[in-house]
């Protein structure tokens, strides 16, 4: 028999959210200005900072992982790789009901640049929902 994938646990703390940072957490609407993406990118950096200090404590390493976004989170996925932690990015933009790929069709070279383990696609479906939606998406699958 031959395993294929991944087959061993994994936690991840997942922190990727864009939009939800954004318009959520800190009420911001728009293009944000370099300013307010330094204050999303420092929210994160604690985030990641409690996740170190989790492995620091006990936490098994080989167990941890982190799912992040390149946006706010470049910093930390440059960090983590030089560690050798667990890593995850999204591929997928932020908040869209369709799938479509973060930087269109650089979208490789993006994820590739952060050498990420995995590499995170979310695809909304609802068999319920918008009929033309779900066709669409059935077509691009």
Same mark, same amino acid.
């Given at each position: 028999m031959r395993t294929i994938g991944f087959d061993k646990p994994l936690y991840i703390l997942p922190f990727d959210h864009r939009g939800s940072f954004q318009t959520k957490m800190f009420g911001w609407k728009g293009t944000l200005t370099s300013d307010q993406t330094a204050q999303i990118a420092a929210a994160k950096q604690v985030i990641y900072d409690a996740f170190v200090s989790a492995l620091e404590s006990g936490v098994p390493r080989e167990? %941890?992982?982190i799912l992040v976004d390149e946006q706010f989170g470049a910093a930390i996925l440059r960090n983590a790789l030089v560690h050798g932690y667990?890593? %995850?990015c999204p591929a997928e933009k932020s908040g869209q009901d369709e799938f479509d790929f973060e930087y269109g069709d650089d979208f490789a070279e993006h994820i590739e640049s952060f050498r990420p383990t995995f590499c995170k696609v979310l695809?909304?479906?609802n068999p319920e929902g918008d009929r033309a939606l779900n066709t669409g998406r059935q077509q691009r699958a």
């Open positions: 167990k %941890a992982g667990s890593t %995850a695809v909304r479906y």
